[in-house]
Each structure stands twice: as structure tokens, then as C-alpha cells.
């Protein structure tokens, strides 16, 4: 159940992906002569409207195959991809993206509209000699205001607190269904953030109790909220590739539980997701879907960003690359991309422990 689910997953992002260039192109009068999911071997196929549908044995990407799609095979037919302007070919690549992005977004709003498990912002401990305990606050209060900010849960409390910037924070608070207010002045703490990163936190000194909540939004408040949400996962995953490229954090440093993900760390979070509940799933489908849209923007030979580069380049000239350049740097590309992959494979064996266990194995059947 765990691989169905894992591979309907994988074959929704791939699907909506490819349709983002497929549908594009047809719309700009580009002849779409094959839609593939998956490679390898085909398993079944079929004509509609000129395009053939396929869908072949390993479900790990998929294509778009256009009429005229590479300059050597371009006859100047009208229906040809190369035949278009720059700006249609832009669009036709830049699509794929976008409508991941879509999907995300949409998956983030179902997800606050029909409810998600956070803990409740309910004070569960008081570190001792913190602000917190000197303002009287107490284990069982439930925080409900931060200056003017209303809180729901307390990922909403740390969020606030860590971010304010004002020398004294109003927090007003049920304690035995009586509203109450108390001024709390945040200390600055040192703290590492998943980058490695030291940087100034916030704190007043107060902890969880161990109260899950269910939070539902309206369909405005989560139209707002997800949009919030893919803008934090957006900047994270910049932020963590900037540092991976200018060399200030190693990409071993990241393979933790936010680290860079092969198709082994996917399965164990979509399982994961789904053993927890539908919206945990929808959550974390949203999740990579933005991360495949983030990705694929990259100006990186064979992504749609390296394609978008090219592009760039082309109307800047006012004329392409040639074609010996541009398969030279395709290669590279590729073969950057195989590295990539084989390395983020290694750290997904590392992470779940598959190379102990093959050396293990290794070890007791005397080889």
C-alpha cells in the first residue's frame, strides 16, 4: 500500500508538471507529438488528437516530446517549437513549474481548510529565571494574543515571539476561563538554525504541554495563510541552496530531516505522511511539489531553468547559442545532475541506515 501510494504521488507531480508544458504548447499552436510518464520500457500507449500518450515501466520523471524541438530536426513548419518566438518558448518551459507551484498552493489551502494537528498554545512548563516566570505567567495558561497578534497554536507563539522586535511583548491568556494580561521584556539567546547558522532568538521561557489541536481556517484565512506557508518553504529552500553553492554549509550538513531528499527519502515521508492521516499527505504532497517547481527553476543545463537561460541568452543575442555549445554544456549538465543524484542517493542510504545494514550483511556472510 505504502509503493501504491508513494507511486500515485510521484505520478500526480510528474503528470502536472508535464501537462503544465503540454497544455502551453498546444494552446500556442506547438504540435505535441508525445506525453510521456515515466521511461524505459513502455507498458501501454495511445493516439489522441495527434499526441501519443505513454507510460512506461519506471515512473521516476517523464517528457514532453514537441514537433521541432531540437534545432537539428527543425524544418520551419509553423507547428514546430524552434519555429516560435522566443517569448512562446519561454512559456512553454516556464509552465511546468508554475503549475507545480499551483498545485502546492492549492494542496496547502485544502489542508487549513479541513484541518490540521498543531499543539495547542498552552504553556506545559516555566524555565526557571526566565521572563516569563518573572511576569507571573503559569503552566496551564493558554495564550491567545501577542501584542496584536491573535494566536492559535504554538507555532504561532514561538513564530511571534522569535520574530518581534519591540522591548516588551503584551500577552493576554485564559487561565481558569478568566482573560488575563501580563507584560513579558523577550531575552536574546543565541541559537543554531538547520542552515548552521548562529543567529539572535527571542525567547520569554515558556514550553509546550503535550495537547494536540485540530485548526481550521476559512476559505479567505486559508487562501492567506498558504500563501504565507509557500513563501517560508520558497525562501527556506533558496536560502539553503545559496549556502549549499557559496560553500558556507556542506550539503552533508543538510541531510538531515530538512536536507536534501532522493527518491528513498520520499518514500519513508510519504509513508510516513500517509500512515498519520490524509492531511499530513496533502501537506507533504504540497511540500514537494514546490520543492520540484523550486528545483526545476534552477538555471541548470536540462532543468526548465537551463532552458529559460538559454532563452535569455537568445534574446539578448538576438540569435541562439550554437548548437556544438549548447550540447556541450547540455552534457555537463547531465552529468552534474548524475552526480547530484548519486550523492543525495548515498546520503538517503546513510540517513536510514541502509549502509550499516549492508555491511552488516556483508560482514556475516564472510565476504
Known sequence: MSMLIFLTVLSILILVHEWGHFI???SLGVKVEKFSLGFGPQLFSFKHQG???IVSAIPLGGFVKMAG?????CKGNKEEYFSK??????????????VNYVLSYICLCLVFMFGYPALAPKIGDLIQGYPAQAAGLK????????????IQSWEEVQKYISRSNSAQLHIVFLRDGQRMEKTVSPVEQLSENVFGQKEKIRRIGIQPEDKIITLKYTFVESLVKSFSNLMDITTMTYKALYRMATGAVSIKELSGPSGPTGIIGLFYLIQKASEAGFTYLLYVVGVISASLAIFNILPLPVLDGGH???LAIEKIRGKGLSVKIEEFITRLGVSFIICLAVFVFYLDFVRFGWIDKIIGIWNQIGL
Not at 69 to 73: K, L
Not at 139 to 150: C, F, L, S
Open 24 to 26: 502551453t504548447a498546444k
Open 51 to 53: 499526441t501519443e500518450f
Open 69 to 73: 524541438d531540437e534545432r537539428s530536426e
Open 85 to 98: 518566438p522566443v517569448g512562446h518558448r519561454a512559456l512553454i518551459v516556464l509552465m511546468g513549474p508554475v
Open 139 to 150: 503552566k496551564g495558561d493558554t495564550i491567545v494574543k501577542v501584542d496584536a497578534q491573535n
Open 308 to 310: 529559460l537561460f538559454f
